[in-house]
């Protein structure tokens, strides 16, 4: 298996537990102080990570198009996180990872529109089909 689709079952996998750990955390808990505290924790991680990898060089003639972008990809990901946390909050792990998963398809599109990135035959069929899978796991 190529390194890059073990890193993504991984995060797959991971996101499936946060669900069901998110879920067991907000009970109680008002949901933005639920995404403080993970937060804290992901910055906590990344930092020892970093830290023990001796990553902490910048490099030489970097730019600033790519910090802004990562600038706008943490705004992107921390209202997704507090959006998240409160449908968790609000509906049951089961019925909010498949429309949060939806984000698969948003990025289709998005990759699409914005990247240049092709729209095959096999990409239409599977992003249907995440979409269909999404609405009928999310619905009664």
Known sequence: MASWKFFALGSAFFAG?????????????????ATLIRT??????????VSYRGEWTWPRGMEMRPVVFLVLSGIATGLSWLLYYRALQMAPASMVAPLDKLSVAFAIVLGVVFLGEALTPKLIVGGTLIVLGALVLAWP
């Not at 804290?40 to 990570?49: D, G, K």
């Open 17 to 33: 537990l946060t669900a069901i750990l998110g879920k067991l955390g907000v009970e109680g808990l008002n949901s933005n102080l």
């Open 40 to 49: 804290v924790v992901i910055l906590i991680c990344t930092t020892l990570i």
